[in-house]
């Protein structure tokens, strides 16, 4: 464990809440085990395992979160990162699209006309997004995959070469989808090596705390809390958690939506990752499966999780302090006096720029002369001046900049004086002095 570690003695209150959370759903029985590739028949029904990482890097666990598994399909969003990064969306969505399919991860359903498969989270997806990875050969391919997964996860990963040898041996069907997508002509790659690489992908060794922060690089645009390093650029983070919110969780993409409603990924082995974008990611290893085949405790938890605290992406953020803290005319100078505070989001900004119209509204027209640096509230007949303090606003976003200079812009327009107090002010290109209003 590194110093980054939670969970240690005494415990804290996340790592217990999740301990209580697995505690109550581990009595779930339901669900079976896949068997379709030999070894994973071999997982622990009873193995249950939880993580939580937070943006800053915090690690929470609760269960069997250091058991090993095969990531299988939970595999297949960090590889499409890969792809998008390589080629950009344009050219990857030329080769698989973006449509929940709403057939099953096997399915051979590739898109009537183009033959592209539906998107890169089913089989056919994930296949023809592997092979877009540019390399010299198969071994090169796998290599950029494996170095990505590790570099999401933070560590160096490795391949289960049992799991990886019986896929091989059973994946005819994959197989097929391959030689379909080939024959379609939306397979770069020849069929069988482009399987391949897609059966070791799936055979790469995490852990419940891996999926967390993978998780979590997501959930921080691409950038890894536990390493610092940006894996991905912030818009193919993005793109990808579009695709998982759509896509991720096989035939039952909808109804996670509509009852969990974060951007998540499961795979046959029973792992299943979930992403507060901006927040946390999340994590569960629990291999009974249901019969659309996630995770059945998995499910459970995220259901759980998301209603007790609000997770769900289209739920309205809790309401942030308030932006204006004075707004009232100075009697000593006469001038109007606006002081906000905080991080200038849209919310914010528009909340001052608001006032600040409702103030100007106040106005008389002023001459345009009026608009010299220094010019008092005297300066010409009906200027106003406005002395805006920004002392206590710690950044603007690009949208709060947007509406707040040109806000000002038109206040000074209209022959009106504005001064703007603190550092922030730089931001808004103007002189943004430390003395006080
Ligand atoms: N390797 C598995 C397969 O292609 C992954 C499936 C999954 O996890 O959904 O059958």
């Not at 943006?55 to 269960?63: I, L, P, S």
């Not at 391949?196 to 890894?224: E, H, I, K, S, W």
């Not at 809790?318 to 803290?325: D, G, L, R, W």
Request: include cysteine.
């Amino acid at each position: 464990m590194t110093s980054r570690d939670a969970g240690a003695d005494p415990p804290d209150v996340i790592s217990e809440a999740l301990a209580d959370l697995r505690d109550r759903l581990a009595a779930d029985e339901e669900g079976e085990v896949a068997r379709y590739i030999p070894p994973l028949a071999l997982a622990d029904p009873a193995d249950f395992g939880l993580a939580l990482v937070s943006r800053e890097g915090h690690r929470y666990r609760a269960g069997q979160s250091d058991t090993r598994f095969t990531i299988q399909s939970v595999s297949k969003p960090f590889v499409f990162a890969l792809a998008l990064t390589d080629l950009g969306l344009e050219e990857t969505t030329r080769w698989v699209g973006a449509e929940p399919s709403g057939e099953a991860f096997n399915a051979i359903s590739l898109e009537p006309g183009t033959g592209r498969p539906a998107n890169p989270m089913i089989n056919a997806g994930a296949i023809a997004t592997s092979s877009l990875i540019g390399a010299a050969d198969n071994e090169e391919r796998f290599a950029r995959i494996l170095d990505v997964l590790g570099r999401f996860a933070g560590r160096t990963l490795d391949v289960d070469e049992r799991v990886h040898e019986a896929e091989a041996a059973t994946g005819d069907r994959n197989r097929a989808l391959a030689h379909l997508l080939r024959a379609s002509g939306r397979l770069r790659l020849d069929p069988v090596e482009a399987a391949d690489v897609y059966f070791r992908q799936c055979a790469v060794l995490v852990d419940t705390v891996d999926l967390a922060v993978m998780a979590a690089t997501l959930a921080d645009g691409g950038r890894n809390p536990v390493t610092d390093e940006q894996v991905v650029p912030e818009p193919v983070a993005v793109q990808v958690l579009a695709v998982m919110a759509t896509c991720g969780m096989y035939d039952a993409s909808g109804d996670w939506m509509l009852r969990v409603g974060l951007p998540a990924k499961s795979g046959v082995s029973g792992g299943l990752l979930a992403v507060s974008p901006g927040r946390f990611g999340i994590a569960c290893y629990s291999p009974p499966l249901d019969p659309v085949g996630n995770p059945v405790r998995a499910v459970a938890a995220l259901r759980e999780l998301s209603a007790r605290f609000g997770l769900h992406l289209l739920h309205n953020p809790a309401p942030s302090a308030p932006t204006i803290t004075t707004a009232r005319r100075d009697p000593r100078t006469g001038a109007l006096l606006v002081t906000a505070q905080g991080s200038l989001d849209f919310t914010a900004a528009e909340r001052l720029v608001h006032t600040l119209r409702r103030f100007a509204s106040t106005f008389t027209s002023a001459t345009a002369t009026a608009t010299a640096s220094g010019a008092g509230p005297t300066a010409a007949s009906g200027a106003e001046s406005i002395v805006l303090d920004l002392e206590r606003v710690a950044a603007l976003d690009s949208t709060a900049l947007a509406l707040v200079s040109a806000t000002l812009a038109r206040i000074e327009a209209a022959g009106h004086v504005v001064r703007v107090v603190g550092d922030a002010g730089r931001a808004l290109g103007r002189q943004g002095s430390g003395d006080g209003p």
